[in-house]
Every structure is written in C-alpha cells, then in structure tokens.
C-alpha cells in the first residue's frame, strides 16, 4: 500500500445549514438544499465514505479496512471493527439545537452511543459564539424549570469564537454552535444526539424537531462549568487531547515540510488553511498519487504502513489527528 486515502464527501441537508461549504472550498453541493454537513470520512452502516482515486477507488472505508487492516490500521486491528473517527464539516447557516452526548455509561443504559469531539473554528462570522457547559453554579433543578419556562440559553455558558480557536467537548456536556460559524468537527464514530431545546424551531418538514429531555437530563454532567476554548495561535502544539484522539495543530511556512513515518500508526490529515504538495518517502515528485496538492477542506487517511512528506505551498495550517486506535 502506497496510497493516502481521499474521499468523497457525503452531504447532509440539515434545516441550520446552508451553501458556505460551496462558496469556500469550491464543491458543488445538491442543488437548492441547506447543506449543514459534509461527512468527510465515515464508516457506519447508514454511511460509508468512498475512496476518490488510486488503488482503492471506488471501494468503501469499510470495505478496505476487511481486506488491508494491517497496512492501513496496523497489525493488531481487527479487520471487522469499524474506523473509529467520523470527521465532518459544519456549516452553521443558523444556530444549532442545545444538544448533548451520553457518556459512555449511560449511553449503555440508553442504546446508543458515546461521543467526545472537537470543533476548529475554520471561519467564523464577526459576532458568532459557541455555547458549551453550565454556567457556574447551575444546578439540575434550575436547568429543569428553565426549561419550562423558555430561559435556557440563561444556564449555558457562552462565548466568542474567531478563526483558529477551537474546542473539546466531550460526552456529557450540554452545547450549541451559534449561527455564523463554518467547523471542523473530529468525533469519535457515533451519531447519537440528544436534543433538550432548540429555540422553538421547526424542521424540514414544518414541524417541530423532536426533542429528548429525560435522555438530556440523564445525560448532562451536572459538575462541568464554563470550559475554556484554545485559542487561535501561529505555532504549532496539541488543540485536543482525551482518551479518543489526539489532535495536533502544525503552522507550516511556505516550503517547510512535515514527515510522517511509515509503520508508527495510522493518522488523518485535514487541511485547514493553505495547502500542501503531498510526497512519499521524503520524495515530491510528480508520480501520483505524490506530487498531488491537498487544498483547504480536505481531509485524508494516512495509512500505518505508508510514509509522507508534506510540503507547504504557501503558509499553511494542518490538523493532525493520531492516537485513535
């Protein structure tokens, strides 16, 4: 195996979303629909990427992990386990629904699944905030009758973003992401979501969206206030880091170079700012699929058995998410 694995996106109307993903990164999206996520690289049953080009084109995420867990996950993976990470664009039109993300116990009590992630902030509108955690001092009982009452934005600690910040959230905090805000969001593979609020809107269909308050209630870790993002910086250094992944911020100058060696583990790569000129074995010739450019928007599967080299075309930002299997 040689080959950087590159997908194709999966796009998912959402009544929030809109058409930055189009007007940013140059795609085209399905004609007249809020597109509120771009799923990049996903191995589900209800979604499963497709690799774009080189060896394995056309075949699911899935299905390569059967036949090549070894070269891609390396040697103890088990060739029937799923990829661990779902990696999604978010593009925030309106603000999303207060939501929040079992931990791993209660997601066994209530059949679903645990989900720890992380949001980098890739453009945010002039006044847009996130919303993540209690503010301090909130008690159950308060978030209860607040709920009743329409004051619930009143319990949820908020503040303002820019460009570069990002954030861990991890299962059991109550969050939102407010209007105005384009996101990089790296999960683990879960799609379990329970909404308590969502500002009296309506969905797709001109009813109201189906709400989870006793799955919400049970769900919210009661003891966690006010959680601080990490803001936008020039240098490189770790963004996130939990039980689930690692992610490392890495600030290229135009042609410095970033090496990854073969046989450590398996990592994903997601553009941000700028681009880079892909090379394999330290080497940027022209021969695909090295010598390809990855752009903004990008995200790519570097398998455990390959090694690059990427070079930046002009300053660049890289994310680079390692630790996850």
Request: proline share 6%.
């Amino acid at each position: 195996m040689r080959d950087l694995l590159r997908f194709e996106p999966l796009y998912q109307e959402r009544v929030w979303g809109g058409r930055v993903l189009e007007s940013t990164f140059g795609r085209t999206l399905p004609a007249g629909r809020p597109i509120g996520e771009s799923w990049e690289i996903v191995d589900r049953p209800e979604a499963q990427s497709v690799v774009r080009a080189g060896h394995f084109a056309g075949q699911t995420l899935h299905a390569v992990l059967a036949k090549h867990a070894a070269d891609v996950m390396g040697p103890k993976w088990p060739a029937n386990r799923p990829f661990p990470i779902l990696v999604k664009w978010l593009d925030c039109r309106e603000r999303l629904s207060l939501q929040v993300h079992p931990p791993a116990a209660v997601a066994a009590e209530l059949k679903g699944e645990p989900k720890t992630e992380n949001w980098y902030i890739a453009h945010s509108a002039a006044d847009a905030h996130l919303l993540v955690g209690l503010k301090r001092g909130v008690t159950r009982p308060q978030f209860e009758h607040a709920i009743s009452d329409g004051t619930l934005e009143q319990c949820i600690h908020h503040f303002r973003v820019a460009a570069g910040d990002s954030i861990l959230v991890q299962s059991g905090q109550v969050h939102a992401i407010d209007a105005g805000n384009l996101i990089l969001e790296i999960q683990q593979n879960s799609d379990t979501t329970y909404r308590v609020y969502d500002w009296g809107r309506v969905g797709l269909d001109g009813k109201p969206r189906q709400l989870h308050i006793a799955e919400s209630l049970r769900s919210i870790l009661w003891d966690d206030f006010e959680p601080a993002p990490v803001r936008a910086a020039p240098t490189s250094g770790v963004i996130a880091d939990c039980a689930e992944f690692c992610i490392r911020r890495v600030v290229l100058g135009a042609g410095e170079r970033i090496s990854i060696s073969a046989g450590e583990q398996p990592r994903l790569l997601s553009i941000v700012s700028g681009s880079v000129r892909c090379g394999a074995d330290g080497s940027t010739g022209s021969r695909a699929p090295f010598g390809q450019a990855l752009g903004r928007g990008e995200n790519v599967l570097l398998p455990f058995a390959c090694a690059f080299t990427f070079t930046a075309e002009s300053t660049a930002i890289l994310l680079v998410t390692e630790n996850f299997t």
